[in-house]
């Protein structure tokens, strides 16, 4: 109809000629017809979830190993968000988690979620060895208290012998007093240095001793960063000197030690140094004022407002 009417204002002409037939018309009208009524197919089963709570339900069930599909769907209620439990299930399966437990009923928590969880409770202890100006080479006993990061320089000798690291391990429970008891493992390697007598000594005030495997450093993680963190910053920088040696190396260490113990930022410790109160930080600083270390090989800074 509406051609029809549009070709009223053609010239003769063209009237004459028909632009379409009839047949393409119901062909049109048949295809508007379809236009109207065609309607998306209809989805079976739950609406999909979203990115951003898929990825949630992974990382819950990667950080617990533990946790099966029904347990994460309880801390997800707990988060506000319902989600029903076969769905946590087909995500934890698409994804090739299976289900919890993931691990061996046998296995423990890994070597280093253990050390965490017990870092509060946590002492370690090593050596590290200093060559001086005269090639001749000094080695330094040290404990960390792991929780805080706090450094214990306990002695520095050139012949480190079982007598003497056993008597340094007393001068360190001594210095410990009361607090002594609040530790529950040394952590050491398997040095010869390391006696029945010295382990004696931790274990009469409640410490049991934890021996990392052979040639594993990383199971001592902890005192291995010290001493890198230290020949970083202090050893490697300085030529120990003097007719002695170890005097120098004690008075190098031990200002090192302060400085690591009461100024040093530590990202364990959410860049605050062991000795710091967690609970003041003054800011703005309107005056800093700066403080030098091992004659200006570190610097230190303080607000003098």
């Known amino acids: 109809m509406v051609l029809a ?97 993931r691990r061996s009923p046998n296995a423990g928590p890994t070597w280093r979620q253990f050390l965490r969880a017990q ?48 008597q340094l391990a007393r001068n360190l429970t001594d210095d410990l007093s009361d607090r002594a008891s609040h530790f529950r493992y040394l952590l050491r390697d398997r040095d010869s240095r390391y006696t029945q007598a010295f382990d004696v000594v931790f274990s009469a005030n409640g410490i049991d001793i934890l021996k990392s495997a052979p040639q594993a450093p990383k199971m001592n993680a902890h005192a291995e960063r010290f001493i890198r963190t230290a020949r970083a910053e202090c050893t490697d920088r300085l030529l120990i000197y003097n007719e002695y040696n170890e005097p120098h190396l004690r008075r190098v260490l031990a200002e090192y030690a302060e400085h690591y113990n009461s100024a040093r930022p530590h990202r364990a410790l959410q860049l605050r140094a062991p000795a710091d109160d967690p609970d003041v930080i003054p800011f703005p600083a309107q005056r800093i004022q700066r403080h030098d270390i091992l004659g200006g090989l570190i610097h230190e800074y303080q607000d003098t407002a």
Not at 18 to 24: I, S
């Open 5 to 101: 009417a549009l070709a009223r204002h053609l010239p003769g002409r063209l009237r004459r000629h028909r632009l379409v037939t009839p047949g393409t018309l119901l062909a049109w009208h048949r295809q508007l017809l379809r236009w109207k009524w065609k309607q998306k197919p209809a989805r079976t089963g739950r609406p999909p979830i979203s990115e951003e709570l898929t990825a949630l339900i992974l990382r819950l069930a990667r950080e617990n190993p533990t946790w099966g599909h029904t347990r994460i769907q309880g801390e997800l209620r707990r988060l506000g968000r319902r989600v029903g439990a076969s769905t946590v299930r087909r995500v934890l399966r698409s994804a090739g988690l299976g289900p919890a437990p």
């Open 119 to 166: 870092a509060s409770g946590l002492l370690a202890a090593d050596f590290f060895h200093i060559d001086t100006v005269t090639l001749k080479r000094l080695y330094m006993f040290f404990a960390m208290e792991v929780g805080t990061r706090t450094i214990h320089i306990l002695g520095v000798t050139a012949h480190p012998t079982a007598a003497w690291a056993t």
